[in-house]
């Protein structure tokens, strides 16, 4: 146990209670099981349960708005204001909480790999298995470093507190509370640990641009040529899985930053949804649960014979895992590479309408990002028989404080400086909708093809046409993917059903945009789909 010699004490934080500082994984483990918060598995994984909480409370976190941030925060629908005088008494209750508190556990660790622009972020947690997810998936300092740590910022979570919306400003008995000027984050009501990793990525997410560094919610791996490829995505769309290729070097699953000289994680670990994970699908992601130190979040297991289910989704459908990094193979020790290369845009259409892959200029690869688009498949609810448009800017809309032409801008002055090629590839369906007997999914052995292609360079030197309805250049014909699939509107047997929905998911596209386009040059509004007559 290495504690700092800047205490909580320096900070105005007063309390009784034990302070159990750095704990390391065993330790933390231990006291999990001692205190009930979880049982271990029969290969060695904690699981634990998250209670009614068992994903983000989006519509329940608050940004301070006052001076620092009046002018810099995209206010609305996603980053909702909170008054000074809320926070102060938000604030204050907490603090007595803490106060009260019998036991405490303290982590010191770095939010990005990168020396020159981590932060440096203290985590206060009253559950022993909060402690262990924040120190998997941030970054772990040496001994000498924590010795030396001074935080620049501070999160307090308490599950057990409960906020009251009339004294506090605040939705709910649940409240993630951001203020940037105190640098100072509060989590209370929810046991879902992941609040403490976006609330870290939110802070990089703030921090960074005014640095001129771009943080990105991606994957990033390294080819055998030193050469960095990063992977934009939503959830579905095969960011961890497209990633996680034995060829190439793992640098992260989720979380990075770009800088002149680097492309480096922001995590020293990974956090995997669990639900239907199989062996055969991701084998390793598979072997970390059945490692000691991964955490369990909502995986069902039997009491006797502590066998797990992943199938079994009575808990969450967002069951999730989390482990270090270097728990999969072949993983970058210092978690960081050089600039990309290459910049994947992911999206499963679920509409049948784009190509397997197409290659995006600077101002299209703008467009996109700010877009953020994938659909999702309705058809298991009652009476809804569409796919559903799903868009979230940069990729990550719920993590971005400051307005995402900032992060635009950034993207497109990156990739124009470093020459970046941009892809945009499509993980979705072929042939039609999703939602109509007989379509499949593009074959995972056709995207891998197309994107080794595009990552080895080759792919540049194919022969393109140009899509009628976005614009892009898209491949005629590559070696080992049937070409018909490049082409949308003719793998669908009635083409003017193809029509009459490409002018429909591209009409979506242009309302969605509308938000943006103030905000936008030229190059970027010209590179908007265009609406075609349905034949």
């Known amino acids: 146990m290495t504690k700092s010699t800047f205490d909580l004490a320096q900070q105005g934080i007063s309390t009784s209670a034990t302070l159990h500082w750095n704990l390391i994984t065993a330790p933390l483990v231990e006291m999990a099981v001692q205190r009930g918060e979880g049982i271990l598995a029969k290969d060695g994984p904690l699981v ?10 989006a519509k329940d976190k608050f940004i301070v708005r006052d001076a620092e941030t009046e002018e810099t925060i995209w206010w609305g629908k996603t980053n909702k204001g909170m008054t000074p005088a809320h ?77 009251d919306p009339e004294r506090h400003g605040c939705r709910s008995e649940t409240v993630i509370a951001v203020n940037f000027t105190e640098k100072l984050i509060l989590i209370g009501g929810t046991a879902y640990a992941g609040e403490m990793k976006k609330s870290v990525f939110g802070i990089l997410n703030y921090k960074l641009p005014a640095e001129g560094i771009m943080p990105m919610h991606c994957s990033a791996n390294i080819g055998p040529a030193g050469d960095t490829a990063v992977f934009f995505g939503l959830s579905g769309t095969g960011k961890t899985t497209l990633s996680a290729d034995a060829s190439r070097t793992l640098i992260g699953d989720d979380e990075h930053g770009w800088s002149d000289t680097a492309v480096f994680n922001f995590e020293g670990g990974c956090y995997a949804k669990m639900i239907r994970l199989s062996e055969e699908a991701e084998p390793e992601i598979f072997a970390t649960s059945k490692r000691f130190g991964t955490i369990l979040e909502n995986v069902v297991i039997d009491a006797e014979t502590r066998e797990l289910d992943f199938d079994d ?46 290659r995006l200029t600077p101002d299209q690869a703008m467009y996109h990002f700010l877009s953020g688009y994938t659909a999702r498949v309705a058809g298991t609810e009652i009476g809804v028989t569409e796919p559903q448009a799903t868009f979230s800017t940069c990729f990550g809309e719920p993590f971005m404080p400051r307005h995402p032409s900032v992060y635009g801008y950034l993207l497109k002055s990156r990739i124009a400086k470093g020459g970046v090629t941009c892809w945009l590839v499509n993980t979705g369906w ?8 007989g379509i499949k999914r593009m074959p995972i052995k056709a995207t891998r093809a197309l ?33 018909t699939m490049l082409d949308p509107r003719a793998a669908w047997a009635d083409k003017a059903d193809y029509d009459r929905t490409a002018v429909k998911l591209v009409g979506e596209f242009i309302e969605n945009f509308v938000q943006f386009e103030a905000h936008v040059d030229e190059g970027v509004r010209q590179s908007a789909p265009k609406l075609l007559e349905t034949v």
């Open 451 to 483: 994107l080794n292609a595009a990552l080895d360079g080759s792919l540049s030197n194919a022969e393109f046409r140009t899509d009628p309805n976005f614009g892009f250049d898209v491949p005629v014909a590559v070696p080992g993917v049937d070409s």
């Open 430 to 437: 072929t042939g039609g909708k999703a939602t109509m007997p």
């Open 313 to 358: 989704d009575s808990l969450a459908e967002n069951s999730r895992g989390s482990y270090p990094i270097d728990f999969i193979p072949n993983t970058s020790e210092k978690n960081l590479g050089p600039p990309p290369k290459t910049v994947i845009f992911l999206t499963a259409d679920a509409y049948g309408v784009l190509p397997p892959i197409a």
């Open 87 to 163: 926070f102060a008494a938000l604030k204050a209750d907490f603090l007595m909480t803490v106060g009260a508190k019998e036991t405490l556990f303290v982590q010191d660790l770095f939010g990005g790999s990168q020396p020159e622009t981590r932060v440096n972020v203290r985590v206060i947690t009253e559950f022993a298995w909060h402690s262990l997810f924040v120190r998997t998936l941030l970054v772990r300092p040496e001994a000498a470093e924590l010795a030396a740590f001074v935080p620049e910022f501070t999160i307090i979570d308490l599950p057990s507190f409960r906020a």
């Open 48 to 57: 634990v349960a998250t209670g009614a909480h068992t994903g983000r409370s």
